[in-house]
């Protein structure tokens, strides 16, 4: 199933990839060319299956994805989030294939990415963003290993507003957070009783406000330096 993007504003995934690294006229005609027209993927659907061969590069134009790993017992892990203006499959090597399961959290807007040879600008920006990739994935393993469960919650959503900041697509410190607690436990390693008492913590110390999906962070800064959380966008771009 395809549908047509809404051209009155700039479409998230390019302007990530343009704030990443400003783009020329190829790229943006290019990265403009390839979301006109998106496939839609259900939610819960696959996009890879672990081992799967990987045939093109993909860009999420709207929607949330994750890489996950799904154990015997039914267990899963989320090992990361994949937003508009991110990547899936970028690899330089000859016949590669997916490392992970990616699924679709929500419905997920899909295209194939444009080829990088089209531009220089477009290769840095693909290159930054695969650095990105990299950071966010350090920062996770120190997540699970070392945060404790209110400073694991903390982290995540930092790093989520200073993702959808790149993309545009949040307003001052305000953000749409479309996941249950049982995802945000998959990925925080917590059960969903325990994601709802941080939850309800963080409002009692004024640290957030959540209605509906709507997540506003009330003072971003000082809770980063609370915890300790360091922007990775700093050591990537």
């Avoid at 545009?168 to 945000?184: C, H, V």
Wanted: hydrophobic share 45%; with cysteine.
């Amino acid at each position: 199933m395809t549908r047509a993007v809404n051209r009155q504003h700039t479409p998230p995934a390019l302007q990530r990839l343009d704030t990443l690294m400003p783009l020329d006229g190829p790229a943006r005609a290019a990265v403009t060319g390839a979301i006109a027209r998106v496939r839609l993927v259900e939610p819960d659907q696959e996009l890879l299956s672990e081992g799967q061969a990987i045939t093109h590069t993909l860009l999420i134009v709207d929607g949330w994805a994750a890489r996950v790993r799904v154990f015997p017992d039914g267990r899963r892990q989320i090992l990361s989030f994949l937003l508009p203006g991110d990547l899936i499959g970028h690899c330089r090597q000859d016949s590669p294939c997916s490392v992970s399961t990616v699924i679709a959290l929500t419905e997920v807007a899909i295209c194939v990415a444009p080829r990088p040879a089209i531009s220089p600008a477009l290769a840095e920006a693909y290159a930054i963003s695969t650095a990105l990739d990299e950071a966010y994935l350090l920062a996770h393993i120190a997540r699970l290993g070392r945060l404790t469960a209110h400073e694991r919650i903390c982290d995540l959503l930092l790093e989520l507003l200073d993702r959808f900041q790149l993309s545009g697509l949040a307003d001052a410190w305000a953000f749409e957070l479309p996941l249950t607690q049982e995802k945000l436990a998959d990925v925080l390693g917590l059960t969903a009783v325990h994601i709802n008492r941080m939850l309800q913590l963080l409002r009692k110390e004024g640290e957030l406000t959540l209605k509906g999906r709507q997540l506003v962070l009330t003072d971003p800064r000082g809770l980063a330096e609370k915890i300790g959380h360091i922007t990775a966008r700093v050591y990537a771009c």
